[in-house]
Nanobody, 126 residues
């Protein structure tokens, strides 16, 4: 079975940086689109950034200019994704999840992603 394993979360002060990683293992090996999502206490899970196998990326407005998603790809599959987070703000505090889909198209809707990691906590203090 396909497994996603996140790492890199932690606690930082506002203005600080963190880099999240998500490594893919298992089968199926063709992954068209992957993304980072987050969920803060009492809020719905939301997309942060997504990237397809061609490297095309999309960001939610609140992180544009501060976060960068990147990926390692091989033979039309994504093996890992990363999220470089700079100028972190207290509102960025959440559990960050890595997700993947084999379906065509790359959307910002969590429901379109059948594969999920367990999440990593990011806490930003003011």
């Amino acid at each position: 079975a396909l497994q996603l394993t996140e790492s890199g979360g932690g606690s930082v002060q506002a203005g600080g940086s963190l880099r999240l990683s998500c490594v893919v293992s298992g089968f199926p090996y063709i992954r068209y689109c992957m993304g980072w999502f987050r969920q803060a206490p009492g809020k719905q899970r939301e997309a942060v950034a997504i990237i397809d196998v061609d490297g095309e990326s999309t960001y939610t407005d609140s992180v544009k200019g501060r976060f960068t998603i990147s990926s390692d790809t091989k033979k039309n599959s994504i093996d890992a994704i990363y999220l470089q987070m700079n100028d972190l703000k207290p509102d960025d505090t959440a559990i960050y999840y890595c997700a993947a889909t084999r379906g065509a198209g790359c959307s910002m809707a969590p429901a379109d992603f059948p594969y999920w990691g367990r999440g990593t906590q990011v806490t930003v203090s003011s």
